[in-house]
């Protein structure tokens, strides 16, 4: 499912010249006492936050996960892509 998610969300991605790359993040975090592993999808934007693109990208996702499984959703500046770049490659790079 999750290549079918990342394949899906390249076609809508491809559609909008501004975003440079993307990346589908894993990372384990702690919230109160529980510790747990929580997806970021990063984006990577020449224009910044656009809320019909996030509206867009959550349509296949909503298709293809139970609603239990969430996925956060950020534009990201460039400090914050140089420190996802060290541990996750970009599933989504503009040619």
């Known amino acids: ?8 969300w390249s076609l809508i991605l491809a559609g909008r010249p501004e975003i440079r790359r993307a990346f589908l993040v894993r990372f384990r975090g702690t919230y109160g006492s529980a510790s747990n592993v929580y ?6 934007s020449t224009r910044g936050v656009d809320v019909t693109l996030l509206q867009a990208l959550a349509v296949p996702y909503a298709a293809l996960f139970p ?9 990201v500046n460039s400090a914050q892509e140089s420190q996802i770049e060290a541990v996750c490659p970009p599933f989504y790079t503009v040619v």
């Open 1 to 8: 499912m999750e290549r079918t998610a990342k394949a899906q």
């Open 39 to 44: 997806v970021l999808l990063a984006i990577c």
């Open 67 to 75: 609603h239990d499984y969430l996925v956060n959703m950020m534009f």
